[in-house]
């Protein structure tokens, strides 16, 4: 009698943290969608691949490094960050992550970090539109250490359609080039 009693619970249980989930990610695109376009149109990044790593870097703006330190995408100081700093463990103990004042702020440096870096060159060759590749760049790139990362990337872009910011994006710069 009980396992018939939890077993629907439990079912109940996954479809609210599920939903709560899906809540706070289109609230974080809603939110930041035309940061990702405008930096779209000034870096050509394109914004479908910048949504969809805040969305994964930064738990649909949940994670402490974003609520803290407006890191919405795990980038690391580096030795040459002479900004503000924050420090999480990640993939070792007590890591130095850039901070940043505002979330707009995190985004600009997200897309100058990708364009100053040589290692992610060839992705600026790639069609706008190449979500997939982009995804596979970055992963191949060394931008996280998940072996799934690429997938997870394209899942998200997939679930919340954020292939239309890319192509809003390339309109709005069509137009600002008439």
Not at 29 to 55: C, D, H
Not at 56 to 64: F, N, T
Request: proline share 3%; glycine share 6%; charged share 25%.
């Amino acid at each position: 009698m009980k396992k018939l009693f939890f077993t629907p619970l439990f079912f109940v249980c996954v479809l609210l943290v599920h939903a709560q989930k899906n809540e706070a990610t289109e609230k974080y695109i809603q939110t930041y969608a035309e940061f990702a376009i405008k930096e779209m149109i000034r870096s050509g990044v394109p914004a479908s691949i910048t949504l969809a790593q805040g969305v994964l870097e930064s738990a649909s703006g949940g994670s402490r490094l974003a609520v803290n330190a407006n890191n919405h995408f795990g980038i690391k100081c580096k030795e040459e960050w002479a900004g503000d700093k924050a420090y999480e463990n990640d993939d070792r103990r007590h890591e130095c992550f850039r901070s940043y004042t505002t979330a707009e702020e995190s985004f600009k440096d997200h897309s100058d970090f990708l364009k100053s870096r040589p290692y992610y060159t060839s992705l600026f060759d790639l069609d706008p539109n190449d979500y997939t590749g982009w995804a596979y760049g970055l992963k191949k790139a060394g931008y996280a250490t998940s072996p799934s990362y690429a997938a997870k990337l394209i899942k998200i872009i997939n679930d919340y359609n954020l292939q239309q910011y890319t192509d809003l994006a390339i309109s709005r710069k069509a137009g600002l080039s008439n």
